[in-house]
């Protein structure tokens, strides 16, 4: 498989197709019996039943993009969603929609050509995307219900990787990344934990015109001490990136210009 980064990213697709319904069915479980009123600190503005119903309609559309393999933006996110009448109904409709996305997935080439918001212009793009997607926000759910959650460490580390990888793309709906600039300052984020791949790290250079990921240095060249260093788990390291967490939480250790993280944080919500 094409990577859209470095080795070891994007996953086997068939790790996505079976993480994707894993986590559909733990979101489901998490605000299945929950009150579809319960605000989400993690999504102000947002009940736990919009973020249900969130998670449900964009998992349906997403499938339906790829049953057509879409080639150009659609202009319209209009799909049938079936959803209930009852708010308290969402989490079984959730989970209802779960055999319907693996057939999709199922049948889909995810070497397929076909149109993608970010970087990898294949149908793989899309259940990478599906995944995190879902997987964000069954821990934003889980932290609405006071529940303690957890993230395999394997793909929290190729969540981070996506999540940067498609950053450059992000600006038509999220306009603050387009201001994402600098002066060649450097950040590194670095996983810390073995199963998230210790040594595995990501940088990013601010650039007057706009930022890049940089590649992966060779074994035999050892890139210079990035200005920023932000070193965490790879679970908490995904958080960081989607602003779950705070990089001033003892979770990470941090060194260098946080006054760049500021700046970084302030422009990367999405």
Known sequence: METTSRAGHPLPYDTYRQAIERETLRFADVVKGADPTTPVPSCPDWTLAELTRH???????????????VQEPPRSRDVELGL???????????????????????????????????????????????LFETLVHRVDAERAVGRESDIEPALAADGGDEFLVNLPSAGFFAPAVAKLRGNGETIAFRCADADGGTGEEWRVRLEPDGFRLLPRASADAAPAEAQTVVRGQASDLLLLLYKRR?????AFDVSGEVTTLDHWFTHTAF
């Open 246 to 250: 705070s990089y001033q939480d003892a």
């Open 84 to 130: 209930p009448e009852r708010a308290a109904d969402y989490a079984d409709w959730v989970a209802a929609g779960v055999p319907a996305v693996a057939d999709v997935l199922g049948r889909t080439d995810p070497q397929a050509p076909m149109w993608a918001w970010g970087a990898d212009q294949h149908a793989r793009f899309w259940a990478r995307r599906m």
């Open 55 to 69: 998670v449900g309609a964009l998992q349906r559309w997403f499938s339906a993009l790829l049953t057509q393999l």
